[in-house]
């Protein structure tokens, strides 16, 4: 769920320009492309959901309804937008990651229909179903049965894997190399693409960007589960010691 408590209301000015420039252009331009570059920023975003303390305490959030009878959580994908939108100079908001929307509109006790980001702008609506989806491509960090695995040579390379790779990397300065290398167990049983992306980016915006990678390349891999991971780390580097780049930033 996300934090509620008098110290969290976000207090820094958030900005979110590359976000709120592809939202604009979904309004023109509502395509399954433009909806998975917007999805794949949103990922890897921070918002700030408006919330309103009553008087024993208690945190409650802002709901948009339609005339379905739908009910959406209300998020801003930017401080502008927020306080565009929040007409009460005294309105407060949190910050919350996408995974936090995420489990706030999974949780069955709000019944949310979904979450809408900046209602009534440059408004972008992620369903329940949406949210469900991801949250079941989500994959944990690497552990000791996915480190035990050793490269395989697949029959064949999914069509989509190199030209997704590159449609994630094109607009991300930081990544400058892609790997990605089949992993079976050793009955193969199971396997897993190991993508290992060597980058600039360190900490929290390195672990966004490959869970982000992660969830845009399950649905292109024909059923078989993504691990991205830092070229770092050490059984990474054995796993591709022998292996081109799929994608090299030039």
Known sequence: ML????????????????????????????????????????????FIVPVDRSADGRFSFHAV????????????????????????????????????????????????????????ASEVIFGRELMNSIKGQMEPQPQGSDMDMTVVKPAEYPPQLKPMLNEFCKDNRNIRRVYAVLLS?????????LIGVDSSMEGDEEKYMLDTLAKFMTPYLQGIEPLAVSTDEDYVKQAIKDSEPFYERT
């Not at 100079?89 to 936090?100: I, N, P, R, T």
């Not at 489990?103 to 809408?116: C, M, S, T, Y």
């Not at 050793?186 to 897993?192: A, E, G, H, S, V």
């Open 3 to 46: 934090p509620m408590n008098e110290d969290i209301y976000i207090k820094e000015e958030l900005k979110n320009d590359e976000l709120l420039k592809l939202m604009h252009e979904m309004r023109s331009q509502n395509t399954p492309q433009k909806m998975l570059e917007v999805l794949q920023l949103a990922a890897a975003s921070f």
């Open 185 to 193: 167990n050793p009955d193969q049983t199971l396997f897993r693409w």
């Open 65 to 120: 309804g339609d005339k379905n009878g739908r009910r959406f959580m209300a998020a801003y994908s930017d401080t502008g937008s927020f306080v565009t939108a929040e007409k009460d100079e005294d309105q407060k908001g949190v910050k919350a990651s996408f995974e936090d929307l995420m489990e706030a509109v999974l949780d069955e006790r709000l019944k949310l229909d979904g979450v809408i980001i900046n209602p009534g």
